[in-house]
């Protein structure tokens, strides 16, 4: 078998397709990629379907060793790129032959954004389980062996020559979207979809919450980021057990809001503001503990919208031939 | 604020819309989450992109590029008013067997006297009841059963234990379940079932479904290694 070997697995890098569907029925999470705009432009930079599978690098530190000659891109979080020791751009395609060294180094500035995605062509070949190829640690399904990359793991991928290399242009991806952003600051505005038991916060504690700036705490995973700030406690403590959202926003007895990631819960029983809209999560992955968040309200007819404009945009981005 | 009518249709974001078919644990009311989550099936893999049945509500995440909300609110009230067939007919029986007994279920003794039961009629109590699966999350597989008679519904323990065994019979409040793997939980031990709830390889993959109808049936330990069964080492609760 032959494609990439783990010649050091880095703080956590995850094998990730677009998500698991379809299986919460059966109590299993979606999973997929945290910024899936980047996880996206990742694929298609290497020619490949956007549910093709590629590695979601947090923080960073992989280290690969190639058997395949294939084309590559790094898309996200400004973690550096090397092959053979020399420095990458990120955001294009790049050539690799059998025996090269692919490196992805760490943040070295601040508003570099922590999660990278790593494409290669043909995707990887590995075995859907539910139907996806995404890792879900928690669950132990999905990559490899339902868990992060491990040193001498192999990747496998065939042999992909004679691809056009393809970039995307800083004004593009400066340009594409507000929503969307390839530089990564550390204050970000959060759209939010009011719903679920919005009723049960008082209109004080709404105010407060789309006024108040809060932060990111320690406690941020694929699960779900638990954030700091003012108190919004709901008038209510618990509701019977319900299914949770992609981006929903729980708030448990101590007031502090959890917005729910990809590898979230099915169902569960805290009280619920609303869900922070889809394209703005990327946002949010991109910060690590410090990293502050403001909200404000969005309508679900606007929501919708900018939902259809944000992938005609998406099929609109031109990948320019290198 | 006003009294919430059922059924309510709450946006839960840009592209999930919860239904609320009523506020309590109910056989009625989890029909009724059942038979819409039937009606919307066909949609799913196209218009709708995930189901999330649980004891009163059903959570609908669609494909915001295929439809809107409005249409799936049409859908919705379409589902709920076709008043097509009693699926509750259709619900399976399962059942379980359980192994009883304070090697298998190490909350046994201390469940039944804070009940001021003694453990066989703990077990009877237990077994003799008909549950049903009222919702499968927490875990791959984890299925609430609900509800155990009030005389052995306990509290859950003020510090969880780090491992419960894969195939833990446990009690929460009037909830009951069977851990499908090992995993940390806070629910009262009191016996172990040799048939495994979840296989992540295998097909079926799930024993139960939402819906279904749950027995179980006490066994004595040599039947349960004849099942399969094996006794794990449990976390000692100070």
């Given at each position: 078998m032959q494609g990439l070997t783990v010649i050091a697995p880095g703080i956590l890098s995850l094998l990730q397709d677009a998500g698991r569907f379809g299986q919460q029925q059966i109590g299993l999470t979606t999973g997929g990629p945290l910024d899936s705009f980047a996880f996206t432009v990742a694929n298609r930079l290497c020619h490949n379907s956007d549910n093709a599978c590629a590695i979601e690098v947090s923080i960073g530190g992989l280290t690969l060793e190639s058997s395949i000659d294939s084309v590559i891109a790094l898309t996200g979080a400004k973690l550096g790129l090397k092959i053979n020791g020399q420095n990458k751009v990120q955001w294009q395609s790049h050539a690799i032959k059998a025996g090269d060294k692919i490196n992805i180094g760490f943040a070295s500035e601040k508003n570099s954004g922590c999660r990278a995605y790593l494409a290669v062509a043909g995707g990887f070949d590995i075995a859907k389980q539910f139907g996806s190829q995404a890792t879900v640690s928690r669950e132990g399904i999905g990559g490899l062996q339902g868990g992060p990359l491990q040193k001498a793991d192999l990747l496998p991928s065939s042999n992909h020559r004679d691809l056009e290399l393809l970039s995307l242009s800083e004004e593009q991806q400066s340009n594409?979207?507000?929503?969307?952003?390839s530089n990564y600051p550390d204050l970000v505005e959060l759209r939010v979809i009011l719903g679920y038991?919005?009723?049960?916060?008082?209109p004080v504690k709404q105010a407060i919450f789309f006024s108040s700036e809060y932060t990111v705490s320690d406690l941020c995973d694929r699960m779900g980021y638990r954030l700091e700030g003012p108190k919004v406690n709901a008038d209510i403590e618990g509701i019977l057990s319900e299914g949770i959202c992609l981006g929903a926003i729980q708030v448990p007895a101590d007031g502090q809001p959890i917005v729910l990631m990809n590898d979230r819960q099915t169902i569960g029983g805290y009280p619920k503001i609303g869900a922070v809209f889809g394209p703005d999560l990327a946002k949010l992955a991109q910060l690590s503990a410090g990293g502050r968040i403001k909200f404000s309200a969005m309508d679900i007819n606007d929501a919708h919208q900018e939902l259809l404009l944000a992938k005609r945009q998406l099929d609109q981005l031109v990948l320019e031939a290198l | 604020m006003t009294a919430t009518l059922y059924p309510h249709i709450e946006i839960a974001g840009a592209d999930a819309l919860i239904v609320y078919l009523g506020a309590d644990t109910q056989p009625e009311i989890s029909a009724e989450v059942q038979r819409l989550a039937q009606g919307l099936q066909s949609f799913q893999g196209q218009e709708i992109v995930d189901l999330v049945p649980s004891y009163a509500s059903l959570l609908i995440n669609f494909n915001p590029l295929l439809c809107d909300h409005l249409w799936l609110r049409k859908k919705i009230r379409e589902t709920l008013d076709?008043?097509?067939?009693?699926q509750e007919s259709e619900s399976r029986l399962v059942e379980l067997p359980s192994y009883y007994s304070e090697e298998s279920g190490p909350d046994l003794n201390l469940l039944a006297n804070n009940a001021g039961l003694s453990p066989e009629e703990v077990i009877a109590l237990h077994s003799e009841a008909e549950y049903r699966v009222y919702a499968i999350g927490f875990a791959p597989g984890f299925a609430y059963l609900g509800q155990v008679d009030q005389k052995i519904a306990a509290p859950r323990l003020a510090t969880p234990r780090k491992k419960v065994p894969k195939g833990a019979v446990a009690i929460a409040d009037r909830q009951t379940a069977v851990y499908p793997a090992v995993s940390p939980g806070g629910w009262n031990l009191i016996g172990l079932c040799p048939?495994?709830?979840?296989?992540?390889?295998?097909?079926?993959?799930?024993l139960v479904a939402v819906g279904d109808r749950i027995r179980f049936r006490p066994i004595g330990r040599e039947e349960f290694f004849d099942l399969g069964g094996e006794l794990p080492e449990f976390e000692v609760q100070s």
């Open positions: 594409f979207n507000s929503s969307f952003n038991q919005q009723n049960h916060f008082s | 076709s008043s097509t067939s009693q048939t495994p709830m979840f296989d992540a390889n295998n097909e079926p993959h799930m």
